[in-house]
């Protein structure tokens, strides 16, 4: 599996990096888990601070197209993704925050 980097743009804001990626593979399109570690790996991160929001595999290629969301840190992505990302990336929602949600219920 090959990652090629085609855009990244700075969000200073939200303490990351949008990522757009072309992923060539030899099978058959490789899981949200196996292409978030390797874009980490390319990109010297952390699995947790590496949110995949998007692949698309165009029928019988063997290109996939993604958008990614690199952050500075794990916390950072955790305070600012939606739930169903986090819970789609497998990155640990934040203990405190399943507390108190629990205790104001």
Known sequence: MEIEIIAEEENPMLHRTDVRFELTHEEATPSRLQ????????????SDEVVIRKLDTKF?????????????????????????????NKIEADADAEE??????
């Open 35 to 46: 292409v978030r570690d390797s874009l980490a790996a390319t990109l010297d991160k952390g």
């Open 100 to 105: 108190a949600a629990a205790d104001g219920e």
């Open 60 to 88: 019988g290629m063997r290109k996939t197209v993604g958008d990614a969301k690199v952050y500075e840190s794990a916390d950072d992505a955790r305070d600012v993704e939606q739930d169903h990302m986090l819970e789609r």
